[in-house]
């Protein structure tokens, strides 16, 4: 099986701060790879370059789509980096404010990707944008409200609907948990499992939380000062940790 | 158009023929070209100050100026009516500066100079439509980057309009625009077609004359070339529908022209009437 994205070594600088020096890394089609570190480790920094929203000092991000073309990530044109960010990607922010219109109704929030991709019809729009709201367990009555009345769970599960809806293959995930609370957090991780499981999507999980990249990823990446420190099964990363950075953020993590 | 330099009708001493001097007049010329070229598209240009004030028509005075000769005949329309205040006064500037022939016939005039109407009379090949555009770019109010609006051109990534349609339709059960409904141009540009009633939407579709638009404050101009597709946005299961008010013509009995609410006494009398003062004229026999 042939790797969905492809990145060989990376570089970024800003300034004299190495944000990234030589990461290399493989997603396959259907893999949840969880990218670990502390702030400032530059595990956001990769995702930006690997979704091509920031151009790199160095190195290459292949991506192959549906229908077997490989795409040159980091120098392909805006307009087809749009077309791979409207159809094969998605794109999950950490502030659901930043990805949703605050003005738009919650249907016409999921609907927008459709229409995006030339959907010109208003019922199965809204038959769609209803069949996910309730995938992400958003009361269908809620479909006409705005965003800015929902919670912050609802909030998020709301923008995985957005992100979904037009069935990508590969979502970039930028801690989607952060800055919910604890019970919150667990419904929507449960969320996202199921839904990448039934979906068989390809995920980039960047986070911080240890225990959310133990729930949803196949394999940990580590990284430290813009560096890949350790990769691996998770099981095997997390249990047996074998850099000393991993083994401190491993027994950093309080047991409940 | 083509002036020469030395016109031939008598116009005000001191100022140039049409108001605008000729570097001007051919830099907006050279906008408008590529306006044509490219329809929808918007072109940035130097708009001057004019000799009133912005939100009256400065925008539409300098692409007349720019394409008007000595031997055109000028007809200017204030929604849909030549008799008011505004028409008035830029009838009688170009009358002025430039000494060329106006009329309030549509039929007679080569150029229309037009704010926020389409004259109900068909336009022929040869006449020029202006329009007076106060915000030529249709996606200001959902976007507010002008950047970001420029690369959604570009791309011709429209989909955050259509989502202003559905929002419409959750909202008021219909596409709620009854005016400046968005339209799409020789299926590339989306384009905002100026506060015209959606009721004349479907004119500027093959319409036989050239359709040229000026935002002064904006400072952009944009075209629609003769005979070229004008499609107004809409769902497929939600169609656009133009509105017109329910009513024939108090004056003329038209069931068929767009219709102005005048209000007539204090106790809530009212009546509908064309708002296209020639058209209606015309029927009556005057």
């Known amino acids: 099986m042939n790797p969905l994205l492809e990145a060989r070594g990376l570089n970024l600088r800003f300034g004299a701060v190495h944000a990234l020096e030589d990461v290399s890394l493989d997603l396959y089609p259907g893999e949840v790879v969880g990218i670990v570190g502390e702030s400032g480790s530059g595990k956001s920094s990769l995702l930006k370059v690997l979704a091509g929203m920031q151009p790199a000092d160095a190195g290459s991000v292949a991506y192959t789509d549906a229908q077997g073309t490989a795409h040159d990530v980091l120098r392909i044109s805006d307009a087809a980096r749009r077309r791979l960010m409207r159809s094969e990607w998605g794109f999950v922010h950490q502030n659901a404010r930043d990805a949703l219109r605050m003005n738009v109704s919650a249907g016409g929030n999921v609907g927008e990707r459709l229409m995006a991709a030339g959907s010109r019809h208003f019922g199965k729009i809204r038959e769609e944008a209803a069949h996910w709201l309730t995938r992400v367990e958003i009361d269908t009555a809620r479909m006409d409200d705005l965003p800015r009345t929902f919670s912050g769970g609802m909030q998020q599960r709301l923008q995985i609907a957005r992100t979904l809806v037009t069935r990508p293959r590969l979502v970039f995930m930028d801690e989607p948990t952060g800055g919910l609370d604890v019970s919150v957090q667990a419904k929507l991780l449960d969320l996202i499992r199921s839904l990448v499981a039934d979906l068989g999507l390809a995920v980039l999980l960047v986070t911080h939380d240890i225990a959310a990249a133990r729930l949803l990823s196949h394999r940990i990446v580590v990284m430290r000062h813009g560096r890949i420190v350790e990769e691996g099964l998770t099981d095997r990363v997390l249990d047996d940790p074998q850099h000393p950075y991993t083994q401190l953020l491993v027994s950093s993590v309080l047991a409940a | ?286």
């Open chain 2, 1 to 286: 158009m083509n002036a020469p330099l030395n016109p031939v009708a008598e116009h005000l001493a001191g100022y140039n023929f049409a108001y605008l001097d000729e570097a001007t007049k051919r830099m907006i010329r050279r906008a408008l070209l590529k306006a044509v070229a490219i329809p929808g598209h918007q072109v940035p240009f130097g708009a001057r100050e004019m000799p009133l004030p912005y939100g009256w028509g400065t925008g539409g005075i300098q692409v007349t100026a720019a394409v008007l000769g000595p031997r055109d005949v000028l007809k200017v329309i204030d929604q849909g009516a030549d008799d008011t205040t505004n028409a008035v006064s830029i009838r009688r500037f170009f009358g002025r500066v430039a000494g060329v022939r106006t009329t309030d016939r549509t039929r007679e005039a080569t150029i229309i100079q037009t704010r926020h109407r389409i004259p109900e009379t068909a336009l022929r090949e040869g006449q020029v439509l202006v329009y007076q555009v106060p915000m030529p770019e249709p996606l200001f109010k959902l976007e507010p980057r002008v950047s970001e609006t420029t690369r959604l051109h570009a791309l011709g990534d429209y989909g955050l309009m259509q989502v202003k349609l559905y929002e419409d339709i959750v909202q008021h059960g219909e596409v709620a625009t009854a005016y400046n409904h968005p339209v799409m141009v020789n299926g590339r540009y989306l384009m905002s077609p100026s506060p015209i009633p959606s009721f004349d939407n479907p004119k500027m579709h093959m319409n036989p004359a050239l359709q040229l638009f000026g935002a002064g404050r904006e400072k952009r101009i944009y075209a629609v070339p003769p005979y070229t597709e004008v499609r107004s946005l809409d769902f497929e299961d939600h169609p656009f529908r133009p509105i017109r008010a329910p009513h024939a013509c108090e004056l003329c009995g038209s069931t068929e022209s767009y219709l102005d609410e005048v209000i007539t006494d204090d106790q809530g009398g009212r009546i509908f009437v064309c708002s296209d003062t020639d058209y209606c004229a015309e029927r009556r026999g005057e």
